[in-house]
């Protein structure tokens, strides 16, 4: 059973950036494909970034391509996701999301709220 923790989330100024961190434990992180999900108040998740097993593919949703980078240390098991020049409707609840081996993991969530 893997375990997802997410962290890094916070209050930031537009234009700010964070760099939120999801931890894995309890499974082999390197067979895992990683995603960011984000939930904002009254929507529904939305997709927002994938990494690769190896980390050599991923994909962006439009509204983050050039803003937000996503990445991956396999030695920590962790997935990092950078987030430059925050708009305000980039605030939501930020998930992290592990596939592979038939499973489908998620974290509880990272708060990211971005002031006008």
């Known amino acids: 059973q893997v375990q997802l923790a997410e962290s890094g989330g916070g209050l930031v100024q537009t234009g700010g950036s964070l760099r939120l961190s999801c931890a894995a434990s309890?499974?082999?992180?390197?067979?895992?494909?990683m995603n960011w999900f984000r939930r904002a108040p009254g929507k529904e998740r939305q997709f927002v970034a994938a990494?690769?097993?190896?980390?050599?593919?991923?994909n962006y949703a439009a509204f983050v391509k050039g803003r937000f980078t996503i990445s991956r240390d396999n030695a920590l098991n962790t997935v990092y996701l950078q987030m430059n020049s925050l708009k305000p409707d980039d605030t939501a609840v930020y998930y992290c999301?592990?596939?592979?081996?038939?499973?489908?993991?998620w974290g509880l969530g990272t708060q990211v709220t971005v002031s006008s």
């Open positions: 999301n592990g596939v592979g081996l038939g499973n489908n993991y």
């Open positions: 990494i690769s097993r190896s980390g050599d593919i991923r």
């Open positions: 309890g499974g082999s992180f390197s067979t895992y494909d």
